[in-house]
């Protein structure tokens, strides 16, 4: 079946400016994850799903960041005025449950965010 | 916090050489551990997990165990291969939250 999908795959933008990114988990997957991938941090945790609902922002970096997820289905995360800092490549994962288990988290191709 | 701790990198061996990867981690409670893969232009993916003391996990040749005594959850492949180059990463996952927490990663390249 089809795996996590991201769009889009590549965003350019200024300084700034607010950018959308999307998420389409795999279908029926009820916990869906945000994390950032970048040179000096490594991989890092955003926020987590279950659900609509988020028990876990403890990874958004400011108030800048919000994610939102509806349907229990696709997730945007939103990052306002933009900074330099904020270029890494966002990755979003999906699985069937979360909290007291270890099933596997499936990873979308992730969206590279340039800032200018 | 939780925390993973990998070797540096990178590392460059002959193809069927042999490979270890060092990782080591702190954890509140009894995490799952996980060693993920990043190939050339291609997404993350799971590589292989144990989820208790003296588990074992394998795939593709490769192979760690879950060492709760030493806190560490090595990665080894007896006989590397070109198409091992990627860089991987270890990650844990404790049961208060659902969050991979992950190590920095390190680049593996594989020469003929």
């Known amino acids: 079946g089809a795996g996590v999908s991201q769009s889009p795959s590549n965003k350019v933008t200024e300084k700034g400016k607010d950018v959308e990114l999307r998420c389409d988990p795999i279908?029926?997957?009820?916990?869906l994850y945000w994390y950032r991938q970048s040179l000096g941090q490594g991989l890092e945790f955003l926020i987590y799903?279950?659900?609509?609902?988020?028990?876990?922002k403890s990874g958004l970096p400011s108030d800048r960041f919000s994610a939102e997820r509806t349907g229990g289905s696709v997730s945007t995360l939103t990052i306002q005025r933009t900074q330099q800092e904020d270029s890494a490549v966002y990755l979003c994962?999906?699985?069937?449950?979360?909290?007291?288990?270890?099933?596997?988290?499936?990873f979308g191709p992730g969206t590279r965010l340039t800032v200018t | 916090g939780d925390s993973v701790t990998q070797m540096e990198g990178p590392v460059t061996l002959s193809e069927e050489a042999f490979l270890t990867i060092n990782c080591t981690y702190t954890?509140?409670?009894?995490?799952?551990l996980f060693w993920y893969v990043q190939y050339p232009g291609e997404g993350l993916q799971l590589l292989l997990k144990?989820?208790?003391?003296?588990d074992k996990g394998s795939n593709k040749g490769f192979e760690a165990t879950y060492r709760k005594e030493t806190t560490s959850f090595h990665l080894e492949k007896g006989s590397v291969q070109v198409s091992d180059s990627a860089v991987y990463f270890c990650?844990?996952?404790?049961?208060?939250?659902?969050?991979?927490?992950f190590g920095k990663g390190i680049t593996l390249s594989v020469r003929p």
């Open positions: 279908s029926g997957h009820t916990a």
């Open positions: 990650a844990l996952k404790t049961g208060a939250n659902s969050k991979l927490t």
């Open positions: 144990a989820t208790k003391a003296d």
């Open positions: 994962a999906s699985s069937l449950e979360g909290l007291y288990n270890s099933y596997e988290q499936y």
């Open positions: 799903f279950q659900g609509n609902s988020a028990p876990d």
């Open positions: 954890a509140t409670g009894y995490p799952s």
